[in-house]
């Protein structure tokens, strides 16, 4: 039997291009809503009951909370503060500046002076950097797409960051010694669920939110906790899915299916159908992708209103992954490499 400790052994893991096909596919499926306004205009939702953006998004979790909890443990608490801010900081600020001050300049309707003059446009950026505000609009911009707002997708860096707090408590308490209370955690996210579920009408999706994201880290960070034991199998994680599929319509479907999908992406990372060196770049690509995909889909579709999702799929993909290698390059590499100056200064100290 293959562990999880087995995977992490071997050479060249997949995360990387894991996390990289998962922010792809959210670009793919914005594409969709984008255009026409529609969350449900996109095939899987109506398929599965959710987009293929939520199925994305949850793989993310799901590496998080493995590798986080790794970095956590190994690590120590303040090395683990700096490594996180410095990951998701810059890059969420320099894409903020980008998109509000740059893009924003350049496709408002507004006279310059007064797009600069509004406050609108400072809010903006406030919103964006401290709540992660990711429904707000700049003045006169993309007035006439179907969404307004340009930065579609950092509300999710609110439950990454709320979960990162909640294992660094967990780890300043020692608790993560008692590793049983992370399924036990696990068990009531997945009953607190399925009860949800059982309410008359529709679960909020704010509701199931706050529940599905913690309970996929949560999941990633037990398989970290128990890897000496947690086994690797493609047979297991294909019999999860079809458990999941056998519940849909059921107030079980979803826990099962994120549990499954959580189960399935961290299989894909540690014991690859092909283990390569090129799936575990030395770029990476997947956090640029993921901020800066949403406003390019944003503009294309201002320039280009009358052209379908497909139309506009091919471009949005390339002027996306161009944009990420500039983010990598510009801001989030050099950011890393203070990550290691800062680290090392204090272990050399030490």
Not at 86 to 101: N, Q, Y
Not at 177 to 185: E, G, Q
Request: proline share 7%; charged share 10%; net charge positive.
């Amino acid at each position: 039997m293959v562990t999880v400790a087995a995977g992490l052994d071997r050479p060249h893991n997949a995360f990387g291009a894991v996390r990289l096909a998962l922010a792809l596919l959210v670009v793919v499926s914005h594409g969709f809503s984008v255009t026409t306004g529609a969350v449900l205009d996109e095939p899987l939702a109506r398929l599965t009951g959710y987009t293929l953006g939520e199925h994305a998004v949850n793989g993310f979790f799901a590496v998080s909370g493995f590798l986080v909890t790794m970095s956590l443990l190994r690590r120590g608490p303040r090395d683990y503060v700096v490594a996180r801010a410095l990951r998701i900081a810059p890059g969420l600020i320099a894409a903020t500046l980008v998109v509000s001050l740059g893009l924003g300049s350049l496709t408002t309707a507004l006279p310059l002076p007064a797009y600069w003059a509004d406050p609108g446009l400072w809010r903006f950026v406030q919103g964006t950097l401290t709540t992660f505000k990711s429904n707000a609009a700049l003045p006169g911009v993309f007035s006439d797409n179907p969404f307004r707002f340009p930065m579609g997708t950092v509300w999710t860096l609110k439950y990454e960051v709320l979960c990162y707090l909640g294992l660094l408590a967990a780890g300043l308490l020692g608790t993560l010694r008692w590793r049983w209370l992370c399924p036990l955690l696990i068990a009531g996210l997945a009953v607190a669920l399925a009860a949800a579920g059982l309410r008359a009408g529709e679960m909020p999706k704010g509701l199931e939110t706050s529940l599905r994201l913690p309970l996929i880290f949560a999941t990633g960070a037990a398989l970290f906790l128990y890897a000496d034991r947690a086994p690797l199998s493609w047979p297991l994680a294909l019999a999860g899915l079809v458990l999941a599929a056998l519940l849909h319509g059921t107030a079980l479907y979803p826990p099962v299916l994120f549990l499954a999908e959580a189960y399935a992406v961290l299989c894909l990372g540690l014991i690859p159908p092909v283990r390569h060196p090129a799936l575990d770049p030395r770029a990476d690509l997947s956090y640029g992708t993921y901020l800066y995909g949403w406003p390019v889909q944003q503009a294309l579709h201002a320039l280009m209103p009358a052209a379908s999702a497909w139309v506009l799929l091919g471009p949005s993909l390339v002027l996306t992954l161009a944009v990420a290698a500039l983010s990598w390059h510009v801001v989030e590499r050099p950011a890393l490499g203070w990550k290691a100056r800062l680290i090392g200064k204090r272990v050399a100290a030490a």
